[in-house]
């Protein structure tokens, strides 16, 4: 991706600044999380079970704990830590609830949460090509967010989303015990069940109309 800047009638690279540190990135996702990606924040780096999540969020809007993990290193497997860190939040679910009551100084309870919308979101200056095609399921609750940063003090953030996949995670997991868990309790919402229901009309309003699409 290449970024100008008009001058006149010159162009003036924008040049991309990495991040040194995967620190600096966790900080800058943790103290805007809400204006990026509308979550609220509960604690940096909880540590349960010998795992420490860099970031726990909570979605107020769907009423759902989202765990926030933040890489440099691209050898890492999304699937298999995504699933190990969903597994930890449905096992351990009193002590997430814990954690977000002495946080943010709330009473929350096992009732108030909707766990079928928990989600891992992987944020990362870049993604390898195996990364990326492995979240190439319809309902895989994961995300990959990749940021940039640049000279002209900007910042862009953008979601990786699976490109017209119809396959889902169940059909390859069935030796997987964890994820087989995981999936039973966990339920990703595609577009059709979206507009499952809905009148005919509404549906051709929204898939001609890209704002409310989200594009």
């Given at each position: 991706m290449l970024l100008f800047k008009i001058i006149d009638d010159n162009l003036k690279e924008i040049k991309e600044i990495p991040f040194k540190k995967e620190r600096e990135l966790h900080k800058l996702c943790e103290a805007n999380l809400e204006r990026i990606y509308g979550l609220k924040y509960v604690c940096s780096e909880f540590s349960i079970n010998n795992f420490r999540i860099d970031t726990l969020a909570y979605d107020q809007k769907n009423k759902t704990f989202i765990i926030i993990e933040y890489k440099k290193d691209k050898n890492f497997s999304v699937i298999d830590q995504g699933y190990a860190y969903l597994s930890l939040l449905l096992n351990n679910k009193a002590d997430f609830i814990l954690e977000y009551n002495e946080c943010c100084r709330d009473t929350l309870k096992r009732k108030d949460i909707d766990w079928s919308q928990s989600k891992v979101m992987f944020v990362s200056t870049s993604f390898t090509a195996y990364q990326r095609e492995s979240i190439n399921f319809k309902d895989l609750p994961m995300e990959l967010w990749e940021v940039k940063r640049f000279d002209n003090k900007t910042i862009f953030f953008n979601q990786i989303k699976p490109a017209g996949v119809k396959e889902s995670i169940n059909t390859v997991s069935r030796d997987n015990n964890d994820i087989e868990k995981v999936n039973k309790e966990i339920k990703v919402y595609t577009e059709e069940d979206?507009?499952?229901?809905?009148?005919?009309?509404?549906?051709?309003?929204?898939?001609?109309?890209?704002?409310?699409r989200g594009n």
């Open positions: 979206h507009i499952l229901n809905v009148p005919e009309y509404m549906v051709d309003l929204y898939r001609f109309c890209p704002k409310l």
